[in-house]
């Protein structure tokens, strides 16, 4: 294959040091989704150049991919991208069906966040290798 995803810019961007373990970590949270969740939309909170959120995307048929980053990249993914300081976007909320994507360093980095009117929601460490889906009640 050809493209973005063959780039190294698009592992580098994501803090990988290898495609290899970018697909690895990748695998994880993928894997870790249920096959009978329909969120309407894919929040990814620090979603660096997207592609994690294009995967969760495709692999649940979703077309509204929403991502928020404090950092810039040179290019991303599709959908809507918000860069900035996570932390100024307050408590996120959802007021439908949807599924948040969010690092476990997230939570270190900024202690006040909280996820609201989330249904699903993936909570991974690309450190740990580790991804754990939550169903709010």
């Not at 006040?112 to 580790?130: D, F, N, V």
């Amino acid at each position: 294959r050809s493209g973005p995803e063959q780039d190294a810019r698009t592992w580098n961007e994501n803090g990988f040091a290898s495609k290899t373990a970018m697909e690895e970590g990748h695998a994880r949270v993928l894997a870790a989704l249920p096959a009978d969740i329909y969120p309407k939309s894919i929040w990814d909170v620090g979603c660096g150049n997207g592609l994690l959120l294009k995967r969760v995307g495709e692999k649940l048929g979703v077309k509204e991919l929403i991502g928020v980053d404090r950092l810039e990249y040179d290019h991303r993914y599709q959908g809507v991208f918000y860069q900035g300081d996570i932390s100024a976007f307050g408590p996120l909320v959802s007021d439908a069906p949807a599924l948040a994507l969010i690092s476990e360093n997230r939570f270190i980095e900024n202690p006040g966040l909280t996820l609201k009117g989330y249904r699903y929601i993936i909570k991974y460490s690309y450190e740990k290798m580790t991804a754990i889906y939550m169903e709010a009640v």
